[in-house]
């Protein structure tokens, strides 16, 4: 099984400020990696895959990059409606498909 | 426009039996394979069990394999997940979703708005 893990768990970043979210695998996923935000009481939205691809209608301050074992999702400016949780997840080597445990990002 | 709705989830005893379904509309479902996902209260993500188009390959996470079952109606658009022997560790928000491409697994770009599945005596 391949294990995410995320760092760091909460981030505190101020409105305008740069976000770096880090993702980790246990082995390589090559770029079969995506990237999502969630929203209290909400379905995970997905914002990145392949490790660097925009989906549909995701704003361009989010970006990612990365391949193998390391990987980082980046929002370049933050924005009131960007606090919410982001989970990374890799499809590459399944079953299991397997997510990282979250970052929390928070208002500081 | 992509739809998915879960229903079936409710309160039921440790030991008892649910299924959910989810009902799929605006794609060629049969193309696809579908999966389950859930969150625990306050938790992260885990995938549970993903089906194939035509429902010939199935694949569960180890914590559920052989007290849950997926499968598929293609002619209905429909998805279930017959979940037996449940826990109180299956108490979860359970989601339907669709990857992003046709014929292979990859990335959950449609999610359904998720069903409440509680189990507690």
């Known amino acids: 099984e391949i294990v995410m893990t995320q760092s760091p768990a909460t981030l505190s970043v101020s409105p305008g400020e740069r976000a770096a979210l880090s993702c980790r695998a246990s082995q390589g996923v090559n770029s079969n990696l995506a990237w999502y935000q969630q929203k209290p009481g909400q379905a995970p939205r997905l914002l990145i895959y392949?490790?660097?691809t925009r989906a549909t209608g995701i704003p361009a301050r989010f970006s990612g990059t990365g391949s193998g074992t390391e990987f980082t999702l980046t929002i370049s400016s933050l924005q009131s409606e960007d606090f919410a949780v982001y989970y990374c997840?890799?499809?590459?080597?399944?079953?299991?498909?397997?997510f990282g445990g979250g970052t929390k990002v928070e208002i500081k | 426009e992509v739809q998915l709705v879960e229903s079936g989830g409710e309160l039921v005893q440790p030991g008892g039996s649910l299924r959910l379904s989810c009902a799929a509309s605006?794609?060629?479902?049969?193309?696809?394979?579908m999966s389950w996902v859930r969150q625990a209260p306050g938790k992260g993500l885990e995938w549970v069990a993903n089906?194939?188009?035509?429902?010939?390959?199935?694949y569960y996470v180890d914590s559920v394999k052989g007290r849950f079952i997926i499968s598929r109606d293609n002619a209905k658009n429909l998805l279930y997940l017959q979940m037996n022997s449940l826990t109180v560790e299956d108490t979860a928000v359970y989601y339907c979703?669709?990857?992003?491409?046709?014929?292979?697994?990859?990335?959950?770009?449609?999610w359904g708005q998720g069903t409440l599945v509680t189990v507690s005596s």
């Open positions: 997840q890799q499809y590459n080597n399944w079953p299991p498909l397997t």
């Open positions: 392949g490790a660097s």
């Open positions: 089906i194939k188009q035509e429902g010939s390959e199935k």
């Open positions: 605006g794609f060629t479902f049969s193309s696809y394979w």
């Open positions: 979703a669709r990857p992003g491409w046709e014929v292979f697994v990859n990335h959950f770009q449609y």
